[in-house]
């Protein structure tokens, strides 16, 4: 009696010869179908190092790089597009700032920008300014969509100290809209 190892070793004899058969005469194929490619002839390529240097001399190709990429648009207070606003772009670490103008659309766009600097981003049109976004190194994305809101900039100048009156003796001196002490109407009551 056969055992069943044996039998089966022997169908996969026969599957393995019959298939060399049908690999070996491509007339036997029925028509339209294509014969499997030749194996190649001959003793196989040699061998070839895949070498990684991280920008270093061994592989002078080119490089990719990855970066960042800003892009946004610019609108007013109430959702029109401000095509006159010029957007500008701080690099924190490289202490540069780059400025673009805005599109019909409102649209604007900063690429090729290193991923390990921090940057700041706001526009100005005139008296419309808009608050600074960042984008850091802690974001993950190569791809930021920074929509920028304008409004009217408010104390444009330097701010205006009030002091309190300088206190002489017993009165207070106060000083009145011309710059003079007003006068007073009778005497100062202590």
Known sequence: MISSDSRRRAWMD?????GTLWFSFPA???AGAQAPPAPPSGPPPPFKPVVSV???GAYDGPRFTPHRTILGWVKDEEGQVVATAMVYIKDIQGKSTLVATVDANGAFHFGSLTLTHDYEIWAEAGELKS???SVT????QNEVSMPLLMRAERN???PELKRRPAATGNATAVQGPDGQEPKSSGPVQQ
């Open 28 to 30: 036997a194929l029925p």
């Open 131 to 133: 608050p600074i976004r």
């Open 14 to 18: 026969v599957l393995a010869f019959l």
């Open 54 to 56: 991280r920008f270093g």
């Open 137 to 140: 190194t802690f974001m993950t």
């Open 156 to 158: 444009r100048g330097t």
